[in-house]
Each structure stands twice: as C-alpha cells, then as structure tokens.
C-alpha cells in the first residue's frame, strides 16, 4: 500500500509536525486551528512560533478519494532557514489502532516535492501528484506529524483526519 508515501507527501506539503512530542501539552482541548485552504488539516496548537507560516494547502479532490489521483498544492513562508537533520515525527491511525509510528529524515522526502535540504529562509510553493491505491481500506485514518529543526525548533505540527469511503464510480 502507498499510504505511507502519501502521508509524508501531504505532510511534507505543509513541512508538519505532531503535539504529542510538545512539552507544552494543554489538559485542555482547544479549538481546532483549520489550516487555510481546501484541506482536512489543522494546527496542533496555534501557530505563532512556527518557522513554517503556510499560506494554504489545496487537496484535489478534498476529501481524497480511494483510488483517485490526489493533486496537493501549497504555499508558504519559512522564517528561518531548515537545515539537513530536521525531523519528521508521523503517527497514523486507522480508527484507534496505531499503524504507523516512525521519525524521518525532513531531506529524505523535500525531494520527492522538488525541494532540497537546506530549505531556504522565504517562500516555498509546490504541487505534488499522488495517485492512491484503490485498495486503501474503508475508515477514518489520523495522522499526527510534528516537523523539528536539528535545534528542536518547530518547524510546523499538524492533524488531519480522513475518512476513506472507497473508490466512487464515474
């Protein structure tokens, strides 16, 4: 299956990150912080000390389909510059059960949206085509993915939940 491929491609798209490495965990729930555009993604606390300012993420079509190419788009303003040794931290869930639980290396996947490390101080626009395997079972699936400089500066974090229904018939 490429969900594993897609996720940090989607991911990646808005240079992520994931609350549960945050040390500032609220016992509070907080309002969700849609990220703009047409996208399932939100905030995982507000976004005030990112590096990542994302301008917007575009999913086509939104929700992603089984089955169908997911067309990503995106754009935004890194404050500072990203250099090699950031870190992807990825969760995925389908319904509870945790599927995926893994940290990357940022650089390893900047290439597959065309960027390479170090991503530069400035603005950042890619559109990245992912075709999605049919067979990608019923449910809804969480990610949780938190973007970390080599400083252990946040980069970006992020949630978005996405329920596959199947593939539609045309």
Partial sequence: MQLPHLLPALLLTTLTSA???DTKQSALAEEPLPVPGDNPLTYCHKPDDYILDIEKVDLAPNPP??????????????????????????????????ILSTVVDLCDYAKEVGEECPLEKGELEFRKDVELPREIPHGKYTVLADVITKEEKKVTCLTATVIFKGEKKD
């Avoid at 389909?65 to 788009?73: H, S």
């Avoid at 990203?82 to 509870?96: F, N, R």
């Fill in 19 to 21: 609350s549960w490495f």
């Fill in 65 to 98: 389909l089984a089955g169908k190419n997911l067309t990503i788009t995106a754009s935004g303003t890194l404050s500072e510059r990203v250099d090699s040794g950031a870190k992807v931290h990825l969760e995925v869930k389908y319904g509870l059960i945790r």
